[in-house]
């Protein structure tokens, strides 16, 4: 086996998942060099994390991306748990004293877990079916001699097994002992399997019906009463709508080929001749496919077809997390923070530029022509004065877009007034974050902090709650949960770590999500914060108890310290790699300062002179990427969404109107959108643009600022269905 540990710059002591087979399996599947997967496998398995191995180790993976690394990731588990099985299966077979050469062959040549299961399916322990009745009453030589399909005489030879005490008591049942023994045959038949799942997979029609007297309380899976399409052409969100309303006893699902296409299949396979014992072949294959075999496969292609919307519906979820989290931010500012209410009033708090929570009060700005309103008036003038606010955050829950006019209407000079999305707040209110947060501050002081942070910096404020609660997902409680988390998190911890945090101001919950932290070293490097004030440096980082090489290795290059005295600790130039650039400085009669300030000194480097063994070009490009800004956050700039004034609830809306609104959920059959009335509109798939869009995402993302005109509004259903192609036209 080649030693691939050679590709790293430290031999590892020991790595016991990399096979040659694994390498070169995962090299085909996802068409890159066995060299690069050997590497990151080595690395993932050395403790390195997706975000570090991709940022700070190119010349190892030839520099592969994060969706490589992470395929590789996984790819390696399955390859793990199919390896797993295939020795639990071969043990349990060796065990029956079964394990013939050939069919131990055929067990190690099998390359997914549908094949393996069928090659261990005769020899799974089973309960007492039909086929092991007809064993015990001494019928399977009849069934074998019948397999043969030779002329003979079939009631001559059926009497033979004719026995009272094994409740065998004329020829035809000793015949139908022996067909039950036969459809047993054909269905655990791994070759047939594979056929006839192929021809599910092909062929198959996904149908659902409406179960009797259902009707009104499935209103909702209406479209699906009466449904079939081809299983091929069924989308991943229309899948899953059908098996929740399943799930919910509303619709019976069925996923079926052509019975007499499958028929002549097996007929084909198994029937050798036209004699008696041909006919009763027949008979055991009619019901082999009737009673086992399309049961147990369309289970398996149910299964198949769930994972697969699985995969697409998280696949969905967690882009439009991606660009929720990575939304761009207000930045540090003096906020104020509103969340909106009529009955109970709108809780007020304001933020300085850190975030720090200065003052809170109630406000009840919606009662007309009343003292509380202007109450109101003043307290909000004089709060911004006080704390001199640059901005204030709106929530858009009930009463938002008539608070958001209130604050308007006291054309308060220099304050921006945004609309932000409070989905996710009241989870965050009531965590155990916000209560370690705020011991003293009630849930709604709580949640009017949230908003006004998530308008400072959206990353920052949305790791602290469960990312299935911010509402840009759908059937997310359908899918298969760990895969959705293992998903999710890989997303916030690609974001965090893009972003880069500064290690002075984050909080404990987004330190965490930072390569090589953890909730225990995050938790350290707050309180040694606390102990001993501000980091100086990114080498101070060592001295947090429970740091040591590697975790340091892992997140120094992440984080950022503004305004350091070397400028490298406010910039994404891991630490490993300071020498190479004092190196460019020295060779410039410059300081590392200089190199920053100056790009007519950069310019005049010549990266070649600095590759060595463990720093390549990729490396060296990023460094001098980073000189050009260190620390340059990568999100865009801030721009806001202006909603039509008066146009506040669903009875506003008229059709043919033309509005602003933004993005909040993207999917595979449209996107859905903010304009204002506490209820987002559907712009279907078809709507999006003058021309076929095949993937909704590839024109719209969340967050995404557009205009749009109001098709039809169902205040009953509480639907709105707008059109972005027709109000740009």
């Known amino acids: 086996m080649p030693d691939y540990s050679l590709y790293l710059p430290h031999k590892p002591n020991t790595f016991n998942t990399l096979n040659e087979q694994f390498v070169n399996l995962l090299a085909k599947q996802l068409q890159i060099s066995p060299k690069q997967v050997a590497a990151t496998i080595l690395l993932l398995e050395g403790g390195a994390t997706i975000p570090f191995i991709a940022r700070y180790r190119k010349e190892l993976t030839g520099s592969l991306d994060e969706v490589q690394i992470t395929a590789i990731r996984d790819g390696l588990q399955k390859l793990k748990e199919l390896e797993h099985r295939r020795e639990f299966i071969i043990q349990t077979i060796d065990g029956q004293g079964k394990l013939t050469p050939e069919l131990k062959a055929a067990i190690l040549q099998a390359d997914n877990i549908a094949l393996l299961e069928d090659l261990y399916l005769p020899y799974k322990p089973k309960r007492r079916t039909r086929a092991v009745i007809a064993r015990e009453k001494g019928l399977e030589p009849l069934a074998l001699q019948i397999m043969e399909q030779k002329t003979i005489d079939l009631s001559a030879l059926a009497a033979k097994f004719v026995n009272a005490e094994k409740e065998v008591n004329n020829p035809d049942e000793a015949l139908a002992g022996a067909r039950d023994i036969i459809a047993e045959i054909i269905n655990e038949d791994a070759p047939t399997r594979s056929i006839m799942r192929r021809l599910f997979q092909r062929t198959g029609a996904l149908t659902s019906r409406l179960i009797p007297e259902k009707e009104a309380e499935g209103a909702k899976f ?9 299983l091929t052409k069924a989308p991943s969100h229309r899948l899953l709508a059908m098996f929740r309303g399943e799930a919910e006893g509303i619709l019976r699902v069925h996923i079926e080929p052509d019975a ?3 028929l002549a299949l097996l007929e084909k396979t198994f029937v050798k001749a036209n004699n008696e014992c041909a006919t009763q072949v027949k008979m055991a294959a009619t019901d082999a496919w009737k009673r086992l075999m399309k049961y147990s496969i369309e289970a398996e292609v149910r299964n198949e077809a769930k994972e697969k919307a699985d995969l697409e519906a998280i696949r969905v979820f967690a882009d439009n997390l991606r660009h929720l989290l990575m939304a761009p931010p207000l930045g540090a500012k003096n906020i104020m923070g509103i969340d909106p209410g009529f009955r109970t009033g709108c809780k007020v708090v304001c933020l300085n530029k850190q975030g720090k929570l200065l003052q809170y009060t109630a406000i009840f700005p919606h009662e007309k022509n009343s003292l509380r309103r202007y109450e109101a008036v003043s307290a909000i003038a004089q709060l911004c004065e006080q704390f001199q606010i640059e901005a204030i955050a709106v929530g858009n829950g009930t009463a938002g877009r008539e608070t958001e006019e209130f604050i308007r209407s006291l054309q308060l000079p220099s304050v921006q007034v945004v609309m932000v999305n409070e989905s996710g707040a009241s989870i965050y209110s009531a965590s155990e974050v916000a209560r370690e947060e705020f011991p003293n501050e009630d849930l709604t002081v709580r949640g009017a902090v949230s908003i006004a942070r998530r308008l400072m910096d959206p990353l920052a404020e949305l790791v602290k709650i469960d990312p299935k609660s911010i509402g840009v997902g759908q059937y997310q409680h359908d899918v298969d949960q760990t895969q959705l988390k293992q998903s999710l998190d890989d997303v916030v911890i690609s ?14 919950q987004l330190l965490t999500y930072i390569s090589g932290m953890g909730n225990k070293l995050a938790q350290n490097v707050v309180e040694y914060r606390n102990q001993n004030g501000a980091f ?5 980082l060592k001295k947090v108890p429970g740091i040591g090489p590697k975790a340091f290795e892992q997140a120094a290059g992440f984080i950022r310290i503004p305004h350091a005295q070397n400028p490298l600790d406010a910039s994404a130039v891991h630490p490993e790699s300071y020498t190479v650039v004092e190196k460019m400085a020295t060779d410039l009669a410059c300081k590392v300062n200089d190199l920053v300030a100056n790009a007519e000194l ?20 990023d460094i001098m990427q980073e000189l050009a800004k260190p620390g340059r956050d990568p999100r865009s700039r801030f721009e806001q969404v202006q909603f039509q004034e008066g146009i506040n609830s669903m009875e506003d809306l008229t059709e043919g109107m033309i509005l602003n609104g933004v993005v909040t959920n993207v999917t595979n059959f449209g996107a859905f959108v903010d304009i204002g009335v506490h ?29 749009v005109k109001v098709l039809s509004v169902d205040i009953a259903r509480k639907r709105i269905n707008l059109s972005i192609k027709q109000a740009l036209s």
């Not at 100086?536 to 101070?540: F, G």
């Open 222 to 230: 209406k479209d699906y009463f009466e449904w079939q399409e081809p």
């Open 602 to 621: 950069r310019n005049k480097i010549d990266l070649k002179k600095y590759i060595t063994d463990t720093t390549g070009l990729p490396t060296l490009t």
């Open 495 to 508: 974001c965090v770590n893009n972003v880069g945090v500064d290690i002075n101001t984050a909080s404990k």
């Open 536 to 540: 100086a440096r990114k080498a101070d």
């Open 260 to 262: 007499e296409q499958a």
């Open 679 to 707: 209820q987002d509109g559907m712009v279907h798939v078809s709507e999006i643009a003058n021309k076929f869009v095949k993937d909704p995402k590839s024109e719209l993302k969340v967050q995404q600022i557009v205009k």
